[in-house]
Nanobody, 123 residues
Framework: QVQLVESGGGLVQAGGSLRLSCAAS????????VGWFRQAPGNAREFVAAVSYNGFSTYYAYSVKGRFTISRDNTKNTVYLQMNSLKPEDTAVYYC????????????????WGQGTQVTVSS
């Protein structure tokens, strides 16, 4: 029901910033919670940030709290992940996903996933 396309990834130096976008198609987008997850080589996919369907509630992994900000604009069917003070440890493929519930930090709750966008942070 929802198709997701991530964009905005790239190569940056440590301390730099990137803004990822997750563009969604589908009339039900505004009813979904949206999460960002990432997966580095050799690692399991991990939770990064999530925002509730109405944008009122946000959650962050401890490793990114204070550096990343998730937001959404339901009029544009888009969710953003602003990433500041990037570290080499942030290097990963970043995925956007949606959950048909208020909000969740659990990977298994998310039904639809984008293709991912690569973020590489050099030291």
């Amino acid at each position: 029901q929802v198709q997701l396309v991530e964009s905005g990834g790239g190569l940056v130096q440590a301390g730099g910033s990137l803004r990822l976008s997750c563009a969604a198609s589908g009339r039900t987008f505004s009813t979904y919670a949206v999460g960002w997850f990432r997966q580095a080589p050799g690692n399991a996919r991990e939770f990064v940030a999530a925002v509730s369907y109405n944008g009122f509630s946000t959650y962050y992994a401890y490793s990114v709290k204070g550096r990343f900000t998730i937001s959404r604009d339901n009029t544009k069917n888009t969710v953003y992940l602003q990433m500041n003070s990037l570290k080499p440890e942030d290097t990963a493929v970043y995925y956007c996903a949606v959950y048909a519930g208020p909000v969740s930090t659990m990977l298994r709750d998310y039904e639809y996933w984008g293709q991912g966008t690569q973020v590489t942070v050099s030291s």
